[in-house]
């Protein structure tokens, strides 16, 4: 089963806030995934970066 996606330093800044640092993951083909955090541990914003949103 090949990769599906791959994430390698992700980072995402609200102006001089630096949100999100150095996110790196991949999914395989088959795997089942979730993002499990508190609230504004950066999940949505993750979600948006990779999506393009």
Same mark, same amino acid.
């Given at each position: 089963m090949g990769e599906l996606l791959k994430v390698e330093n992700l980072n995402v800044y609200y102006g001089s806030?630096?949100?999100i640092k150095d996110i790196?993951?991949?999914? *395989?083909e088959g795997e089942i995934v979730t993002m499990i955090g508190? *609230?504004?541990a950066g999940k949505t914003t993750?979600?948006?970066a990779i999506s393009g949103l």
């Open positions: 806030i630096h949100a790196s993951f991949h999914v *395989n508190a *609230n504004g993750t979600m948006h």
